[in-house]
């Protein structure tokens, strides 16, 4: 069964930097587009960011574009999201996914169970 | 990159059928056929439900079922249950390896 759990969140200052992991198993996760959702305490979905299966190709949501990055380490089963120049309202639980096929363009299949991030002085 | 329209909220009695909108534009929801509708039930994470308008990942019931007209995408679940009372949400890509939610309906099975 497709698992991917992700780690790395807590309180961090306005300013500060935080990097996300998602550990991906049970899949070729090398085979697969791979995206960050965020959830705002109370609030919807957000699309993040999305990085395609060599991490040659990356896509960002207008709030973060230049301040977070994504990545991905292939041999390591692993998904990255730096982030910096953190803002009070990136505070979120963020969630690691992953489309039904190899390059998903409708939807979400597979989902983390989210890690908080909490940007506070 | 703004958000689709849902309500707020939609209600329905066990066994009835209720319908939740996803109102997009000719950029996102009118442009592709990659609307998918998400599950969330309180603390948990999101649950695909529908995907590519109106496919059903497996394991998902029948009595779900997802449309599309012009720049509104719309969920349908029949025969109302009370574990289907949950957060749901639409999304919508919008070209160029982008995407977009909607805000979120809320569920309540009466």
């Known amino acids: 069964e497709v698992r991917l759990v992700e780690s790395g969140g807590g309180l961090v200052q306005p300013g500060g930097s935080l990097r996300l992991s998602c550990a991906a198993s049970?899949?070729?996760?090398?085979?697969?587009?791979m995206t960050w959702v965020r959830q705002a305490p109370g609030k919807g979905l957000e699309w993040v960011a999305t990085?395609?299966?060599?991490?040659?190709?990356?896509y960002y949501v207008d709030s973060v574009k230049g301040r977070f990055t994504i990545s991905r380490d292939n041999p390591k089963n692993s998904l990255f999201l730096q982030m910096n120049s953190l803002r009070v309202e990136d505070t979120a639980v963020y969630y690691c996914?992953?489309?039904?096929?190899?390059?998903?363009?409708?939807?979400?299949?597979?989902w983390g169970q989210g890690t908080l991030v909490t940007v506070s002085s | 990159q703004s958000a689709l329209t849902q309500p707020r909220s939609v209600s329905g009695s066990p066994g009835q059928s209720v319908t939740i909108s996803c109102t997009g534009t000719?950029?996102?929801?009118?442009?592709?056929?990659?609307v998918s509708w998400n599950q969330q039930h309180p603390g948990k994470a999101p649950k695909l439900m529908i995907y590519?308008?109106?496919k059903r990942p497996s394991g998902v019931p029948d009595r779900f079922s997802g449309s599309k007209s012009g720049n509104t995408a719309s969920l349908t679940i029949s025969g109302l249950q009370a574990e289907d009372e949950a957060d749901y949400y639409c999304?919508?890509?919008?070209?160029?390896?982008?995407?977009?939610f909607g805000g979120g309906t809320k569920l309540t099975v009466l």
């Open positions: 000719s950029s996102d929801i009118g442009a592709y056929n990659y």
């Open positions: 996914a992953r489309g039904l096929f190899y390059t998903s363009y409708g939807g979400w299949g597979y």
């Open positions: 990085i395609k299966q060599d991490g040659s190709e990356n």
């Open positions: 590519d308008v109106s």
């Open positions: 999304s919508s890509y919008t070209g160029s390896y982008t995407w977009v």
């Open positions: 049970e899949f070729t996760f090398s085979s697969y587009w």
